[in-house]
Each structure stands twice: as structure tokens, then as C-alpha cells.
């Protein structure tokens, strides 16, 4: 996995633990405000990655796995976006953080989870829709996409559940974890 090579610079670790879940944020409260997410978000998770992944230890060819890894889930992302079933943020921030799970059964955890939170957050946006009357009696304020039944699903919420529960996981953050210890 990680060579033994790695010299040790508090740096990395802080940005292991800092950048990918501060893009997970960003990338869930953006959508949950404004159904859309910024494009440096994925953006930052790649050059990040590229950045952090050498001086962390990881040789070259583990690199090009994790970059195989983001090339696989664009390729099933961009089916779904081309079929109008997911979003172009959302297609964009999930190959982005595929790329830090690398190609193997912490990117599969990572994605079966992206899929059953985003399929409770589906039927909960479904459910308010359908009671979208009690919801505006009741005054909770909340963003008006959430009830506009052609609007839909912001699920980079998902995508960021998911990124917070998976990322202990994932090689990078495993190593950093390591490393404090």
C-alpha cells in the first residue's frame, strides 16, 4: 500500500485530514442551500490528492490505481448524467473523492453507502413533497427546492454523509492516522 519511505512532515498529515472532509462539507452544504456544487470543489479533491499522494508515500502505480478508480466512476456517472439521472456536481464531486478511495473495496464501501444514503434522502425529499401542505403550515423555513416536486434531489448530501463515514477508511486517511498514533 504505502511505502516506507516517508520521512514525516506534519503538513500532509493536516491536509489528509483536513481537505477531504472540508470538501465533503462544502460539497453537502452547497447542494443543500443551492442544488449545485462547485466545480473547484472536485477540482481541489484531484489536485489535492495528486499533491498530497507522493509526499504521503504512495508509489506511483498505487497513484495510478486511484486515478483508474475516479476514471471508472466517471465513466458510470457520466451514463447516469447523459440519462438525465444524476447531476453534473454530483458526477463531477463523486469521481473527484473516488480518487481518494482508490480501486478496491474501500471505494466499493464508499459507493454502496453513497447509495443507500442518498436512497433514504430520496424517499425523505419524496415524502415531504408529498405533505408539502403540513410542511408550510407548519413555517419551518426551509430552501424552496426542497418541496418543488420538479426540482431535483441535492444529493451531494449524500455524497457527503457517505464521505464522512468512509473516509477513516480510505488509504490516505488510514496512514495519517497511523502516523499521529
Known amino acids: ?10 503538513m500532509i498529515e493536516a491536509a489528509i485530514l483536513i481537505v477531504f472532509p472540508l470538501c465533503m462539507a462544502v460539497t453537502a452544504f452547497s447542494d443543500t442551500l443551492s442544488m449545485t456544487i462547485p466545480n473547484r470543489v472536485s477540482v481541489i479533491l484531484v489536485v489535492s490528492f495528486l499533491l498530497i499522494a507522493p509526499f504521503a508515500g504512495l508509489a506511483w502505480p498505487l497513484i495510478g490505481m486511484h486515478l483508474l478508480a475516479g476514471l471508472a466512476v466517471f465513466s458510470a456517472c457520466f451514463a447516469l448524467f447523459a440519462m438525465n439521472v444524476m447531476g453534473g456536481g454530483d458526477a463531477k464531486v463523486l469521481t473527484a473523492a473516488a480518487v481518494w478511495f482508490g480501486l478496491g473495496a474501500n471505494l466499493l464501501v464508499f459507493l454502496v453507502t453513497v447509495s443507500m444514503i442518498g436512497g433514504l434522502l430520496t424517499v425523505g425529499f419524496l415524502m415531504m413533497r408529498a405533505r408539502e401542505d403540513v410542511l408550510l ?7 424552496a427546492h426542497f418541496l418543488d416536486r420538479t426540482a431535483g434531489i441535492p444529493y451531494g448530501i449524500a455524497i457527503g454523509i457517505a464521505g464522512f463515514l468512509c473516509y477513516p477508511q480510505s488509504p490516505l486517511m488510514v496512514f495519517a492516522l497511523e502516523r499521529l498514533a
Open 137 to 143: 403550515a407548519t413555517r419551518i423555513p426551509l430552501p
Open 1 to 10: 500500500m504505502l511505502t516506507e519511505q516517508y520521512s514525516g512532515s506534519p
